[in-house]
């Protein structure tokens, strides 16, 4: 039984081929794409007003020279998104649950960030491993602190987002079985458990946006830094 509750995070094969590519390519399906036949309704409306606000909020402390990675980052949170929303599907993957997968999204662009510090201010980028005022002694261990911290940023990023949905779906899983097996011993606290993960679901939709806007505000903190 408590290896059934891991099962949900394995990647799905078929004849052993695995089908993660698969689960990332289908939400880009959901995207439409871009015509001028489209009639304006409210939910465009809707949209439209989201990525704006998404976007002058996120690009509003960036210089320009920073600028130029608004459909970057936008892409990226509206991908995250999708890919999150669609997992919490019945009977679906959720690719964002994988390391490896969040690490490779979080890894280069992190990395890009640090290079474009390094290339275009190099004197700033380095002063941010030493703090301003630091008494002598300390300077090397200061040094370290701050070289480990930075090396860590991209681990933090795709470990923060796969440690939370990887928490979501695991206890909705366990409350789920809880309810099921309460269902024939006790209805009345079959049906209590059943609400609590009716309102947990609507927890996770709320966790799956919040971790891609994060995931990408933080991003977008890293090239605040470097530009």
Do not use: C
Not at 86 to 114: E, I, K, R
């Amino acid at each position: 039984m408590i290896m059934s509750f891991f099962d949900q995070f394995l990647s799905p094969s078929l004849i052993g081929i695995p089908l993660i590519a698969l689960a990332i390519l289908i939400p880009w399906l959901t995207f439409p794409t871009p015509t001028n036949r489209w009639l304006n309704n409210r939910l465009i409306t809707l949209q439209a007003w989201f990525i704006n606000r998404f976007i002058y909020q996120l690009m509003q402390p960036i210089t320009l020279g920073g600028h130029k990675w608004a459909m970057l980052l936008t892409a990226l949170m509206l991908f995250l998104i999708s890919i999150n929303l669609l997992g919490l599907l019945p009977y679906t993957f959720t690719p964002t649950t994988q390391l490896s997968l969040n690490m490779a999204f979080a890894l280069p662009l992190w990395l890009t960030t640090v290079l474009i510090g390094m290339l275009n201010q190099p004197t700033i980028a380095l002063g941010h491993l030493l703090p301003e005022g630091t008494p002598t002694p300390l300077i090397p261990i200061l040094i370290i602190i701050e070289t480990i911290s930075l090396f860590i940023r991209p681990l933090a990023l795709g470990v923060r987002l796969t440690a939370n949905l990887t928490a979501g779906h695991l206890l909705m899983q366990l409350i789920a079985t809880a309810a099921f097996v309460l269902l024939t011993i006790m209805p009345t606290v079959a049906l209590l458990t059943s609400t609590i993960l009716f309102l947990l679901t609507i927890l996770e939709v709320a966790v799956a946006m919040i971790q891609a806007y994060v995931f990408v505000l933080l991003l977008s903190l890293y090239l605040q830094e470097n530009v």
